[in-house]
């Protein structure tokens, strides 16, 4: 955790060093903005135009200046396909709900308990471990396959959806919800709601990211489970009924 700290420290100070008067340049030869939405000062990409819901211009290195659409993507079609940053935000999305699982996952089965498990199944604690990064290590590996197989088919999903949809793709659409997908409660947002949710899940999609890598690693390093140890902190310590000894009589 510490590592992890000092590396968030580092790029937050990267970040907040002063920058030229003026514009610059990358080595890909792309516009820098002065001002970006994100920090009172620095510079931004070009390429963060504010188009995109989330978008506040945060990108001190200029990672979205990268053609990573067309980079080794077989799905690639000039003109027909999404522009290097709707493919960025894909990315974003689909990471930020795994991630966003990944912490459901970490707290849930300590706080809820687990499922039984099945003598003909790994065996009846086989599902018993309520730290994750055990937990994988003792359930059955048919299992393990039955979570690949689920990840394998959503993915394949997305992949067809996204070669359907082409530049005309709504970043993060698996078919599912509103719009256009799987919609059992007749969910019917006006655009600016729709845009307001937009913003909900990609700010806790980034929340859900450093969260899971924080969780993963607190886990790593202690060897149990996270609500293990979060129980400490809201017990009330054995000395706080004597902290009236220390007040003035009367308060």
């Known amino acids: 955790m510490k590592l992890a700290a000092i590396s968030l420290l580092a790029g937050s100070a990267a970040a907040f060093a002063p920058a030229q008067q003026g514009k610059a340049t990358t080595a890909l030869n792309v516009q820098f903005n002065d001002s970006p ?50 493919w960025l935000r894909e990315a974003e999305l689909t990471h930020g709900r795994i991630a966003q699982l990944a912490v ?26 309520v730290n994750p990064l055990e937990a994988i290590q003792k359930v059955p590996d048919l299992a393990i396959y039955q979570i690949v197989g689920g990840m394998a088919w959503v993915e394949y999903q997305r992949v067809i ?64 489970d996270i609500v293990s140890q979060l129980s400490p902190a809201f017990a009330s310590p054995d000395y706080y009924a004597k902290a009236g000894y220390f007040l003035p009589q009367g308060i």
């Not at 009172?40 to 945060?58: E, I, M, N, R, Y």
């Not at 979205?64 to 067309?70: G, I, L, V, W, Y």
């Not at 793709?169 to 007749?186: A, K, M, T």
């Not at 937009?198 to 924080?214: D, S, T, Y």
């Open 161 to 224: 959806r996204i070669k359907e949809q082409g530049k005309n793709r709504i970043s993060g659409d698996i078919g599912l919800g509103y719009p256009g997908g799987w919609n059992p409660f007749n969910i019917n947002y006006t655009p600016e709601e729709y845009a307001e949710k937009q913003l909900q899940e990609i700010k806790h999609c980034r929340l859900a990211m450093i969260g899971a890598f924080g969780l993963f690693f607190q886990c790593l390093n202690s060897g149990t």
């Open 37 to 86: 939405r994100a920090l009172p000062f620095g510079s931004a990409p070009a390429t963060l135009d504010g188009s995109l819901v989330g978008d506040v211009g945060f990108d001190p290195i200029g990672f979205s200046t990268a053609p990573f659409a067309s980079f080794n993507n077989p799905l690639y079609v000039e003109g027909n396909f999404m522009s290097d940053v709707e």
């Open 104 to 129: 459901v996952g970490f707290i849930w089965p300590a706080l809820f308990g687990t499922f039984p498990g099945n003598e003909n199944f790994g065996g009846a604690d086989a599902f018993s471990y």
